[in-house]
Nanobody, 124 residues
């Protein structure tokens, strides 16, 4: 399974972006997909996740109401709509997937098997 992120860039505070993650390889056993981010000097943290089969979503409290995770199963693509960006959102954003449901461990990066290389979001 390969995950490739895109859509990052430099934006002004208050701006918006739409991040994408294309999945190739063997996506049919993917049950949970998520976005993580790593702020400079900090550990990777979970942003949002989605149960691919049923569409249930999970969000970090810090992004609720501003970020939206969606997926297009026909195109094997995961999205993250990010709005009302602030400087603290500046980070490398990664998508990840695993072959089990998101559940209560959705925010634990150790539970995810496949990772993309990331796309940089810079807010000034």
């Amino acid at each position: 399974v390969q995950l490739v992120e895109s859509g990052g860039g430099s934006v002004q505070a208050g701006g918006s972006l739409r991040l994408s993650c294309e999945v190739s390889g063997c996506p049919y056993n993917t049950y949970c997909m998520a976005w993580f981010r790593r702020l400079t000097g900090k550990a990777r943290e979970a942003v949002a996740a989605i149960d691919v089969q049923i569409g249930r979503t999970y969000y970090n409290n810090s992004v609720k109401g501003r970020f939206t995770i969606t997926r297009d199963r026909a195109k094997n693509t995961l999205f993250l709509g990010v709005t009302a960006l602030v400087a603290e959102d500046t980070a490398m954003y990664y998508c990840a997937s695993k072959t089990t449901a998101c559940g209560g461990t959705w925010s634990s990066r150790d539970n995810f098997t496949y990772w993309g290389r990331g796309t940089q979001v810079t807010v000034s």
